[in-house]
């Protein structure tokens, strides 16, 4: 196609068909995973996705997308490596993203506008994270003495820079729970932002316990079944709490924002470190139709944004951390003409309680209207499930395409989805 190529010589714009979606149950840190490289948790997510949906013959997916935010060097090309080491065709393409706890949501995106623009006919997408094999660096001195070594031409010279390591230098870099722009926890940022927006501790208890309660009750009535592979003995979330009460929540200690009177973020009320992999398959709808898929949704848009929260939020003010879905979700319904009324479904991650009552509130404070609790997060979200950094993304997605399929009936989902780095992720899933 030329340059000055006219409309009608255009490629047309597909729909993006949501075909299923697997992930793991997803475990604390340090516990059943705790030996599971990222690696390993996404070839078990992409084999139980190819079992199910019949995806290990050649060239049965255009592309494989996937990333993980805690990465190891030998995770530089995961997703490849994930293919070759799964019962996808070795031939199937695949490059990693990240983009904080986007990622996940991210990929699909990434995925999803090769599939609209004609560019394939499939994609797997999604991501892993564990907390419990976190890479540690080089203590940085050790490794500028190791450099120094290795840029020495003689061996007198490589042996006088190593005698200058201390045992100091033996204790490695861990990897910190701190943006550093500001030094500060993301669980501190979100302190900053439920001050800053009056969220209560009572709000945030009840709505964790109300995501206890969803998860459980999908979970009881099969609606799990073909999204969750049983992995290392689990086969279901570890975090899930079923007799979880705001009751219960009320005991526990703030554990967050300690350097304020009257602090209101709990471990209960917060997500846990937690390891996983969950991951989603999309087609066109010509490719579904010629392997007898039903497409349980169609993904029609999506949207990013990002706050000034190293400013804004460490002074107090509306650019939270976490806080970019507050942009992000008004600029795509004016986009796509829609209102939050016109959403019979939507998804919020739960990074934190604080966070989600706080972005509910800005929408409301930028002419959106009340969200009825009733439409959010109705299978649970991550503050029961656990939050594997990449994973979360690709876990809503699925979830959201099922709930959506089963009401079988047209409807419409949001999602909307934080992320490190003061970013935002949303996107909109349709059933026509």
């Not at 846990?272 to 139709?289: I, M, N, Q, R, Y």
């Amino acid at each position: 196609m030329s340059p000055l190529a006219t409309p009608s010589e255009r490629p047309l714009v597909r729909r993006v068909a949501v075909i299923g979606g697997t992930r793991l149950p997803f475990a604390r840190s340090d516990g059943p995973y705790a030996t599971a490289s990222n690696q390993h948790m996404l070839t078990a997510a992409l084999d139980g996705l190819a079992e199910r949906h019949g995806l290990d013959g050649p060239g049965a997916v255009g592309e494989f997308v996937a990333g993980a935010v805690l990465k190891h060097s030998r995770d530089f090309n995961l997703a490849r490596e994930t293919v070759l080491g799964s019962r996808l065709d070795p031939r199937t393409p695949a490059y990693d993203i990240q983009q904080a706890c986007g990622t996940g949501l991210q990929a699909v995106i990434a995925a999803a506008n090769k599939i609209a623009l004609g560019q394939t006919e499939s994609a797997v997408a999604g991501g892993a994270d564990t907390a419990s094999d976190a890479p540690l660096g080089v203590n940085d001195r050790l490794r500028r003495i190791l450099l120094e070594a290795r840029r020495a031409r003689t061996t007198g010279g490589r042996l006088k820079a190593l005698t200058g390591i201390r045992p100091g230098h033996l204790v490695p870099d861990i990897p910190r729970n701190a943006e550093p722009r500001t030094g500060l926890s993301m669980g501190e940022h979100a302190a900053v932002t439920a001050r800053a927006w009056g969220v209560s501790r009572e709000a945030q208890d009840e709505l964790a316990a109300a995501s206890h309660r969803r998860l459980a009750a999908a979970y009881d009535r099969g609606f799990f079944d073909d999204l969750v592979v049983p992995f290392r003995g689990l086969d279901r979330d570890q975090n899930l709490r079923p007799e979880c009460t705001p009751e219960k929540l009320a005991a526990l200690k703030p554990v967050f924002g300690l350097k304020d009177p009257g602090p209101t973020m709990t471990a209960g009320n917060s997500t846990p470190l937690t390891d996983g992999a969950a991951l989603v398959l999309l087609a066109s709808e010509e490719w579904a139709e010629a392997r007898g898929l039903e497409p349980l949704a169609f993904l029609t848009a999506y949207e990013t944004a990002a706050v000034d929260f190293a400013h804004g939020d460490v002074a107090g003010g509306e650019d939270g951390l976490l806080m970019a879905p507050a942009y992000a979700v008004p600029r795509l319904l004016e986009r796509t003409g829609l209102g939050l009324d016109d959403f019979d479904l939507i998804e919020v991650h739960e990074a934190f309680a604080s966070q989600v009552l706080a972005t509910l509130a800005a929408w409301e404070k930028r002419g959106l209207p009340e969200v009825d609790r009733a439409r959010l997060n109705v299978a649970g979200s991550s503050l029961a499930t656990g939050h594997p950094f990449a994973a979360t993304g690709a876990r809503i997605v699925a979830t959201l395409a099922k709930l959506l399929a089963e009401r079988d009936a047209p409807g419409r989902g949001l999602i909307s989805v934080c992320a490190a780095g003061g970013q935002g992720v949303t996107a909109i899933l349709e059933r026509p």
